[in-house]
């Protein structure tokens, strides 16, 4: 997706083919949040699924804000007969909290934090909008921003949409969270654009076997930084 620079306010209404795509993702999304409550874990689901914006190859993301036992997410993919296809562990940069990613299909991603998230990481998911079990057992769509760079703002039609560039006070207002969020995002995306996607500090494919946490203290071993960011895991 290529992000606008410049794009005035506009009303996208939803077809009954939208709305369908829309039903499903979030559906498959609640039978794994609920399969995690009940094991005492709380997941979130980020990007289009909590916005609306969706198409038919848009990505389920579910996202943990906290560390958790990935033995156990995995206890519940497994118990709602989900399989692994393949799994990561990556670290953005060197002073980035490192992250778990378990693939189930190609749609559909559990982000796990390996460490405690900054405040400035945890707002990077509420820029892209997300929701909670809650909310999406009650119909709640909720505003966020694109690839595109597009603010998506629900409406009872579809959405709204207008370019982030220029009104960037604004969209923190409304997302909640530091303008200072807004323009970094806003300069990675564009900086990606321009340069095309750049490699991150460390990503390691691992098996759907593999034992995340295991082989996240072998990387521990052999790299500091990725050490210091994941001591209690260390522990």
């Not at 399989?83 to 980035?96: C, D, F, L, R």
């Not at 405690?116 to 909670?132: A, D, I, K, L, Q």
């Not at 760079?149 to 409304?174: C, N, Q």
């Not at 095309?196 to 052999?222: C, H, Q």
Request: proline fraction near 5%; aromatic fraction near 8%; include cysteine.
């Amino acid at each position: 997706m290529k992000p606008l620079k410049v794009k005035d306010k506009a009303l996208v209404k939803y077809s009954r083919e939208h709305w369908d795509i829309l039903k499903k993702k979030r559906i498959k999304a609640i039978k794994l949040l609920q399969a995690f409550r009940r094991r005492g874990l709380v997941g979130y689901v980020n990007g289009s699924v909590a916005r609306g914006d969706v198409h038919y190859d848009s990505d389920i993301d579910i996202v943990f804000l906290h560390p958790v036992p990935t033995f156990m997410v995995e206890d519940a993919i497994y118990a709602e007969k989900f399989h692994v296809s393949h799994k990561e562990i990556v670290q953005a940069t060197p002073s980035s909290t490192p992250k778990a990613y378990i693939y189930l299909d190609e749609e559909t991603c559990i982000h796990i934090p390996l460490g405690h998230f900054t405040p400035r990481e945890e707002e990077f998911y509420r820029f892209g909008g997300t929701v909670s079990l809650k909310e999406l057992l009650n119909d709640v769509r909720v505003p966020g921003v694109n690839k595109k760079l597009l603010v998506i703002i629900p409406v009872k039609e579809g959405h709204v949409e207008f370019s982030v560039i220029g009104v960037e006070s604004y969209v923190a207002d409304i997302l909640e969270i530091s303008v200072d969020t807004i323009y970094e995002r806003v300069k990675m995306l564009l900086r990606r654009d321009e340069k095309g996607r750049t490699g991150v500090f460390i990503k390691k494919i691992l098996p759907a076997d593999a034992n995340i946490e295991e082989e996240a203290r072998k990387l521990a071993r052999s790299c500091p930084s990725f050490r210091k960011r994941i001591r209690e895991l260390l522990s």
